[in-house]
Nanobody, 114 residues
Framework: QVQLVESGGGLVQPGGSLTLSCIASGSIYYGVMGWYRQAPGKQRELVARIRSGGRTNYGDSVKGRFTISRDNAKNTVYLQMNSLQAEDTAVYYC?????????WGQGTQVTVSS
């Protein structure tokens, strides 16, 4: 069993930036790391995903504003979020998909408001 712990959420003004981190209790090597988010009353959606080799893909609403990266040696994945908008307000969840197993973190709240 792999535990995932997110950090870095908080309150930020529109146009601001935040960096989320997610550290895993086990190796993330060979795993696909992802960030998802869920806003009140909405379904959970993909924000960004990064494969072990570094290939990434992003949700359409965050392309050009968010950047996902990973440090396999530290078992950590990051999400750099720039130009934040009110629509980015949600609980952000870290995900590890490895050997067909899915692991989720508890989530971290991101609120974009003036």
């Amino acid at each position: 069993q792999v535990q995932l712990v997110e950090s870095g959420g908080g309150l930020v003004q529109p146009g601001g930036s935040l960096t989320l981190s997610c550290i895993a209790s086990g190796s993330i090597y060979y795993g696909v790391m992802g960030w998802y988010r869920q806003a009140p009353g909405k379904q959970r959606e993909l924000v960004a995903r990064i494969r072990s080799g570094g290939r990434t893909n992003y949700g359409d609403s965050v392309k050009g504003r968010f950047t996902i990266s990973r440090d396999n040696a530290k078992n950590t994945v990051y999400l750099q979020m720039n130009s934040l908008q009110a629509e980015d307000t949600a609980v952000y969840y870290c995900n590890l998909n490895k050997y067909e197993n899915d692991y989720w973190g508890q989530g971290t709240q991101v609120t974009v408001s003036s």
